[in-house]
């Protein structure tokens, strides 16, 4: 394998588009909001987390990789621009990207979803997601209740799609992966977990989609309890689960990449390994809707306003 510091150099020129130089353009890899998507793609050295389970992502978007005896199971595709990194990634750690027979997606977001089309042509892997997530994966595009509507870049649609519903399992060369709906973020977001083992120790993941509270600059949860609602649910379903280990979409939202670089130095004791992995990141979920609530409460005091308006005059 190629030094830590001449993979980051060759990754940061996949993701910026230098390595592909000369090429044919290609719509599916066509980059979306290419200088605002810069702040996810920082290079991460991909690495074995546990058993036959990888991190191929970014330091800003969770990418993970299971092998299985019947092939690769990849899970999220990050946006476009992202997606030759991707596969290096997978290449790095030895494996062919053109093995990978499924797609799991976590969210109808671009920066989750965007790559999918791309990575499942290449591959011809079938994507899979929550079921309420599926039209808006094959449009290419959000809908108009999700709350980052207005400033949601199309992406890419993805034709080879198949809904899963909350609980079902996919099994795949003697692993099975759960899809756990985590509702909130986007319509049909979905949490994905699976047991790893190495000899006879084995550790429950969880890759969880967002729970965030993010949206528009024009939309207030607080006019809309029922979005509060899933968003409390979801976090809620989350802390709920068995969990060894948990990967956000976004792996700045917890300790993914300390303990990632403190993989690459030790493996043992795995320091991804944590019990309460995904009470504290539910917790740290819940801390931002919370804080977005507050936020809103201080805004409307401030323009002397004494209830929420509306939904339907917030847009």
């Not at 909001?33 to 690495?47: G, H, R």
């Not at 990418?63 to 997606?83: E, K, N, Y």
């Not at 099975?176 to 049909?188: D, E, K, L, M």
Request: charged share 20%; aromatic share 6%.
């Amino acid at each position: 394998m190629m030094r830590k510091t001449e993979f980051l150099l060759a990754a940061l020129a996949l993701v910026s588009g230098r390595a592909e130089a000369g090429q044919a353009d290609d719509p599916l890899l066509r980059p979306i909001a290419a200088d605002y998507a810069k702040q996810w793609l920082e290079p991460q050295v991909p690495v074995r987390m546990h058993g036959q389970s990888y991190y191929v992502g970014f330091q800003g978007l969770g990418v993970v990789l299971i092998r299985t005896d019947a092939g690769l199971v990849l899970i999220d595709g990050g946006v476009p621009q992202a997606v030759r990194a991707i596969q290096a990634n997978i290449r790095e750690l030895g494996f062919d990207p053109g093995q990978i027979k499924y797609i799991l997606v976590t969210e109808p977001h671009w920066d989750h979803a965007g790559g999918a089309a791309a990575l499942a042509r290449d591959s011809g892997a079938t994507g899979n997601a929550g079921t309420a997530a599926v039209a808006e994966l094959r449009r290419g595009n959000v809908g108009k209740d999700d709350p980052q509507a207005s400033i949601h870049e199309p992406m890419p649609g993805v034709s080879r799609i198949r809904g899963v519903r909350d609980g079902e399992a996919l099994r795949v060369g003697g692993v099975t992966i759960v899809a756990r709906a985590t509702p909130g973020h986007t319509r049909g977001s979905t949490s994905w977990q699976w047991q790893s083992c190495e000899g006879k120790s084995c550790a429950t993941f969880v890759f969880s989609a967002s729970i965030n509270p993010v949206s528009d600059d024009h939309y207030r949860f607080s006019g809309h309890p029922e979005r509060v609602a899933l968003l409390r649910r979801g976090a809620a379903k989350l802390a709920g689960l068995r969990c060894d280990i948990a990967i956000p979409s976004h792996p700045g939202t917890n300790d993914t990449l300390a303990h990632l670089a403190a993989l690459e130095r030790s493996r043992t004791p795995n320091p991804l390994i944590d019990g309460n992995a995904c009470k504290a990141l539910a917790r740290t979920y819940t801390e931002r809707l919370d804080a977005r609530l507050a936020k809103e409460l201080a805004q409307r005091h401030q323009a002397g306003e004494s209830q929420p308006r509306p939904a339907a005059q917030q847009r």
